[in-house]
């Protein structure tokens, strides 16, 4: 089993939905989580960070993490057509991050 | 400010050829580090370093050479290519023990192993 489970999509919603995307776990020493944003042959982008539990809010983006279910959220609020990208999760177990995990990153569309 | 720039953008290559893939930073970041990315296996860490003359393994590290000699460089070599090699490499760099802060990605060199 992979470290880092993430469904690959692709998902679809229309312009304002409200989308989630999600990342689970097995490796308890995770601490520190990121959501990174990635259009068509471009690198990533760091779109989110969270250290341990609890919840970050920057705009329209949330970002959830569940130590205890080993799961982690983002949620896109308002989706826009610009949001249309790959987003990845990636996690790591020390504040260093020399070791970063990614996700195999979930597809999205938002159509007009 | 340049950032992080990668050469060349693609690449084919014959099975058995090296070659080496250039990364270079302008920031001063001691964080470097080379994923590759394949469809349906998202970004896997191949080697970092976390300053000159320091490097590690990332978790595909097989066929892969890197070194550091200085802070702005970290170039990747093939040492004898082969097509399970074929994938979008990327090269990233960030201030060591910053975490949270933006981890720099180059624009990524498209290899094809033939």
């Known amino acids: 089993q992979k470290e880092v489970e993430q469904d690959p999509g692709p998902l679809s919603v229309p312009e304002g939905a409200i989308v989630s995307l999600n990342c689970t776990y097995s490796?308890?020493?995770?601490?520190?989580f990121m959501w990174y944003r990635q259009y068509s042959r471009k690198g990533p982008e760091l779109l989110m960070y969270?250290?341990?539990?609890g919840n970050k809010e920057d705009g329209r983006f949330t970002a959830q993490v569940d130590k205890s279910s080993k799961y982690i959220s983002l949620f896109i609020r308002d989706s826009q057509p610009s949001d249309s990208a790959t987003y990845l999760c990636?996690?790591?177990?020390?504040?260093?991050?020399?070791?970063?995990?990614f996700g195999k990153g979930t597809t999205l569309s938002v159509s007009s | 400010n340049a950032g992080v720039t990668q050469t060349p953008k693609f690449q084919v290559l014959k099975t058995g050829q090296s070659m080496t893939l250039q990364c270079a930073q302008d920031?001063?970041?001691?964080?470097m580090s080379w994923y590759r990315q394949d469809p349906g296996m998202g970004l896997r860490l191949i080697h970092y370093?976390?300053?000159?003359?320091?490097?590690d393994q990332g978790e595909v590290p097989n066929g892969y050479n890197v070194s550091r000699s200085t802070t702005e460089d970290f170039p990747l070599r093939l040492l004898s290519a082969a097509p399970s090699q074929t994938s979008v490499y990327f090269c990233?760099?960030?201030?060591?023990?910053?975490?949270?802060?933006?981890?720099?990605f180059g624009s990524g060199t498209q290899l094809s192993v033939l």
């Open positions: 969270t250290y341990s539990s």
């Open positions: 370093s976390v300053g000159a003359g320091i490097t």
């Open positions: 990636a996690m790591s177990a020390e504040q260093a991050g020399t070791a970063l995990i």
């Open positions: 490796n308890s020493a995770f601490q520190y």
């Open positions: 990233a760099s960030r201030r060591q023990g910053a975490l949270n802060e933006k981890l720099f």
């Open positions: 920031m001063n970041h001691e964080y």
